[in-house]
């Protein structure tokens, strides 16, 4: 298999597993997907969803948001984790936002970027899912694959995104990023991999990989 038969089997794999890709943090708008995307740092999707809705009840806009106290943010926030770092960050952008945008989350990565707490992968999430614009936001589960898979080198996650966004067509990036992060999750975790689930793996993965895996189990 050439390296471009082996792209197009796994997005062609990934397109018939998950043909719809529901952005998995619960959200209404840019800013509440901002918010949400920044709690998720080191904690979970499906925790970050328990959370948020007692965060926003009382703040689902940056003007709610200042006021409330660092403090306040903090203990409604605390089982993500991360919650000193991430109260300060949620309180300092949306002071910024209401300052520097009239209120209202920049589709812009420079700008993103510029916001307390918000990283790379945040700003590059709230692009594509909040703002339809291509990114391809690279979590540990794309860095993995991308290993796993051959198609990148796994030396960091700026390298994993540089050879993404290289080898997948851009009008993929979007749907690409969430579709790897379903498939990580479901048949090629970290902990608890089982080769034998793993179609894409299987076919287009690493010797060094796979041996590894063939020769730990033997």
Known sequence: MTK?????????T???LYPETPIPLDHKDPYTLLIAVLMSAQSTDARVNTITP????????????????????????KPVGLSPMKSKGIHGL?????EKHQGQVPADMEALEA??????????VVMSQAFNIPA??????????????????????VQTEKDAKRLFPEELWNKLHLQIIYYGREYSPARGWKLENDIITKTVGRKSVIDDYL???A
């Open 14 to 16: 990934l397109e018939e």
């Open 4 to 12: 471009a038969e082996k792209v197009q089997f796994v997005i062609n």
């Open 136 to 157: 391809f936001p690279v979590d540990t589960h794309i860095h993995r694959l991308m290993y796993r898979w051959n198609l990148s080198n796994g030396k960091n996650v």
């Open 54 to 77: 007692l965060l926003f009840e009382k703040a689902d806009n940056p003007y709610d948001m200042v006021k409330l106290s660092v403090d306040e943010i903090r203990e409604i926030i």
């Open 94 to 98: 949306s002071k910024i936002l209401i």
């Open 215 to 217: 020769q730990k189990k």
């Open 115 to 124: 916001l307390p707490a918000v990283g790379h992968k945040t700003a590059s």
